[in-house]
């Protein structure tokens, strides 16, 4: 979009904008015009770009596993059966070459993170103006289609996976077990201070660097793809294609990252060390 | 670059498709999996189980051949042996028949040359008495020379 009055960093930061609904000091509740007001209403306010696309797309994942789950026979799959299947499996094959405990909740939580932030990724994919163009024409202000370049989304999942690292290492170990592993770990009751400094810094650095390992990805590669589109029109193709096509690579990359991560963390919680 | 309600918002969205996922979509599917497993596993047993059976069952057919062979063998040995002995037998039997009836004609050869005999020394007897009477042409007391006669007939 962009339009001769719009200046190049307007455009970015146009692009780089959540819709973000909440609660101004001045206006009250309303839609933010702009960065300024958004940041103006502190922690009280809402991306609304960033939920309806993340929770559209979690919908669209559950939907379509769901239908497969439905009709699942044990007979010859149909083809969406089978491309279903093979995620699982790929999924499963993770899962239990990583995580070695009887755990219900980890293989199906891999597998909607695997799918759901590769599909939060591919929205990357969708031509930078296409979208907010088209909500531009139908009065929306700001549109951010890709979530995970949202700190938000990234956070908010890593934060509830870091709740189910600190819940499976107290219900493993016991909340003895599980402070003593903070406290005695890696040098020995006599040097506590500085072991319980070492090892909070260790669990607090999981969720966050999987949370701005993927938002930093997903920004940076979104940010090209703004870049590229401040090109003249006829030349944008030259390197928006083989930007995109390297793109797949890093979003299902992303996104096998994070599962794999997160299996991993859960098994640590899991396992005396 | 806000930290905001979002952050809710996205665990609360989370919170949702994981336990979804866990409860609705994932259970049914790996036991679908699993299940069709089990089924190629069953499959494969019973391929060899067939397999097994069929080796068998050419065994035991050709066990059943040879059998058959050897026992059809022992009866055709049998009916030789059989229709040898039918056949010496009936041998045997003809040659005592022949045997007997030889007996009976020689018997009966016998008895007709004897009968011929008796009937000759009665007509010897009675032509050398004509003879005599010949001779003699004078009548001879018969009585007195019958036992001279009977001598004479029973030397022949």
Known sequence: MASGELTS?????HHLTNLTFGNHPVNGWSFAHGGQEAAEM??????????????????????????????????????LQNFVETIIEFVDD??????????????????????????????????????PYAFQQMGVEYMKVVPTTDINATLGMAFAIFGLIV?????????????????????????????????IVGLLAKPVSL??????????????????????????????????????????????????LTIVYLAMAHEEH | ?????TIIGQIIAFAFFVVFCMKYVWPPITGALAERKKKIAEGLDAADRAQRDL???????????RQSKEEAAAIIEQANKRASQIVDEAKEKAREEADRLVTAAQAEIEQEANRAKEALRAQV????????????????????HAQLVEKLAAEL
């Open chain 1, 9 to 13: 960093s307007a455009y970015i930061s």
């Open chain 1, 42 to 79: 502190g922690f009280w306010a809402i991306h609304v770009d960033t939920m309806l696309w993340s929770v559209g797309l979690g919908l669209f994942f559950i939907w379509l596993f769901r239908k497969v789950a439905v009709t699942a026979t044990s007979g010859v799959p149909g083809n």
């Open chain 1, 94 to 131: 993770n899962v239990s070459s990583i995580f070695h405990h009887k755990n219900s909740l980890i293989a199906p939580l891999s597998l909607t993170i695997f799918v759901w932030v590769f599909l939060m990724n591919t929205m990357d994919l969708v031509p930078v103006d296409w979208l």
């Open chain 1, 167 to 199: 819940y499976y290492s107290i219900k493993m170990k016991g909340l003895g077990g599980f402070l003593g592993e903070l406290a005695f770990q890696p040098l020995g009751k006599w040097l506590l201070p500085f072991n319980l400094f070492l090892e």
């Open chain 1, 211 to 260: 949370a701005l390992r993927l938002f930093g990805n997903m920004y940076a590669g979104e940010m090209i793809f703004i870049l590229i589109a401040l090109l003249p029109f006829w030349a944008q193709w030259l390197l928006s294609v083989p930007w995109a096509i390297f793109h797949i690579l890093v979003i299902t990359l992303q996104a096998f990252i994070f599962m794999v």
């Open chain 2, 1 to 5: 670059m806000n930290i905001n309600l």
């Open chain 2, 55 to 65: 080796e068998l069952a050419q065994e035991k057919a050709m066990s059943d051949m």
């Open chain 2, 125 to 144: 007897a009675a032509l050398a008495v004509a003879g005599a009477e010949k001779i003699l042409e004078a009548s001879v007391d018969e009585s007195a």
